[in-house]
């Protein structure tokens, strides 16, 4: 079956085209990414905002005719921490079915955190290696554990994001020392709360899926265009974050829109994405950690198949 899956994330708004088999592969036909922040204000409000539903809208307009000219047979959505937490989320959805004909679902944290894992480790060997997928998202972080091929044995969503920390913590350009310590220090306290210390301890391999990991990937390859298969299965130190999270705190927004491998549009919210991914990392004792492009997209479009 080919299907056409949209991920309306709190940064950004994703389709992946793919084909997929019964005996539970997936083939990838084409994947688009277009920053929507659709959770802009959302931390403070509880509302979407007009403009930025235009623009998840906007978007999934396009991606419909993506679908259509792959002759995609089924066209689903999945919804997350933005509309999961904003009052006016229903609205959205019921905008996004009547205008662009996408089947759209908003699922649970929970829900978020079991596709992430499935599609992160999809088509890796089952292993006896316990094997930890964090997912940074824009309103969210979704920590799952358990072993490949097999049902999470762990997890938890937190209202760790890179657009809600922003929001909450980082109000100059750039950013001020104490600003960067607070925003640590509360997600840092979030994952201590969220996550046992028998888990942190236990894990064997760290997966990072989603724009902070694959930005930070790209950025030290110094990658101009964007090359997927260069970020999936790079293996990102601890102390390359470090540097790279030194490095982009000091600059403006408008050079950190100019550095190599960043996008653009990523600029405004990376700097509190590396900082959540920074203290997991130091949090559950590893030292590097594999960057996947394979997340909640291949999760649900596989989801599909047990439905």
Same mark, same amino acid.
Do not use: W
């Given at each position: 079956?080919?299907?056409?899956?949209?991920?309306?994330?709190?940064?950004?708004?994703?389709?992946?085209?793919?084909?997929?088999?019964?005996?539970?592969?997936?083939?990838?036909?084409?994947?688009?990414?277009?920053?929507?922040?659709?959770?802009?204000?959302?931390?403070?409000?509880?509302?979407?905002?007009?403009?930025?539903?235009?623009?998840?809208?906007? *978007?999934?307009?396009?991606? #419909?005719? !993506?679908? @259509? /000219?792959?002759? &995609? %047979?089924? $066209?689903?959505? =999945?919804?997350?921490?933005?509309?999961?937490?904003?009052?006016?989320?229903?609205?959205?959805?019921?905008?996004?079915?009547?205008?662009?004909?996408?089947?759209?679902?908003?699922?649970?944290?929970?829900?978020?955190?079991?596709?992430?894992?499935?599609?992160?480790?999809?088509?890796?060997?089952?292993?006896?290696?316990?094997?930890?997928?964090?997912?940074?998202?824009?309103?969210?972080?979704?920590?799952?554990?358990?072993?490949?091929?097999?049902?999470?044995?762990?997890?938890?969503?937190?209202?760790?994001?890179?657009?809600?920390?922003?929001?909450?913590?980082?109000?100059?350009?750039?950013?001020?020392?104490?600003?960067?310590?607070?925003? *640590?220090?509360?997600?840092? #306290?979030? !994952?201590? @709360? /969220?996550?046992? &210390? %028998?888990? $942190?301890?236990? =894990?064997?391999?760290?997966?990072?899926?989603?724009?902070?990991?694959?930005?930070?990937?790209?950025?030290?390859?110094?990658?101009?265009?964007?090359?997927?298969?260069?970020?999936?299965?790079?293996?990102?130190?601890?102390?390359?974050?470090?540097?790279?999270?030194?490095?982009?705190?000091?600059?403006?927004?408008?050079?950190?829109?100019?550095?190599?491998?960043?996008?653009?549009?990523?600029?405004?919210?990376?700097?509190?994405?590396?900082?959540?991914?920074?203290?997991?990392?130091?949090?559950?004792?590893?030292?590097?950690?594999?960057?996947?492009?394979?997340?909640?997209?291949?999760?649900?479009?596989?989801?599909?198949?047990?439905?």
């Amino acid at each position: 079956m080919r299907l056409a899956v949209a991920d309306l994330g709190t940064n950004s708004t994703r389709l992946l085209v793919a084909d997929v088999a019964a005996s539970g592969q997936l083939t990838q036909i084409e994947r688009h990414t277009t920053v929507t922040r659709l959770g802009e204000g959302v931390d403070g409000s509880s509302r979407l905002q007009p403009a930025a539903i235009d623009r998840v809208l906007a *978007a999934l307009t396009s991606y #419909r005719e !993506i679908a @259509d /000219a792959a002759a &995609a %047979e089924q $066209r689903i959505a =999945v919804a997350t921490s933005a509309v999961r937490d904003a009052d006016n989320g229903a609205e959205l959805a019921d905008r996004v079915r009547d205008e662009t004909g996408f089947d759209i679902r908003t699922i649970t944290g929970d829900e978020e955190a079991r596709l992430t894992f499935l599609g992160a480790t999809a088509g890796r060997a089952p292993a006896s290696a316990e094997t930890l997928v964090i997912d940074i998202g824009g309103g969210s972080t979704e920590f799952v554990s358990g072993h490949p091929g097999e049902t999470p044995s762990f997890h938890v969503s937190t209202n760790l994001g890179s657009v809600r920390q922003t929001e909450r913590h980082l109000a100059h350009d750039p950013p001020r020392h104490g600003e960067l310590e607070a925003l *640590a220090d509360e997600a840092c #306290r979030i !994952i201590v @709360d /969220a996550v046992p &210390a %028998e888990i $942190r301890t236990s =894990v064997d391999k760290l997966i990072a899926v989603a724009g902070t990991p694959t930005s930070l990937a790209a950025i030290d390859q110094k990658l101009a265009p964007y090359d997927p298969e260069k970020v999936d299965g790079y293996d990102l130190e601890l102390a390359t974050a470090e540097r790279i999270l030194a490095q982009l705190a000091v600059l403006p927004l408008e050079r950190r829109r100019a550095v190599t491998g960043l996008h653009p549009d990523r600029a405004p919210t990376i700097v509190a994405g590396v900082v959540i991914l920074v203290e997991a990392l130091r949090l559950f004792g590893v030292r590097n950690v594999e960057v996947s492009e394979s997340d909640i997209l291949d999760g649900a479009a596989l989801a599909t198949l047990i439905q």
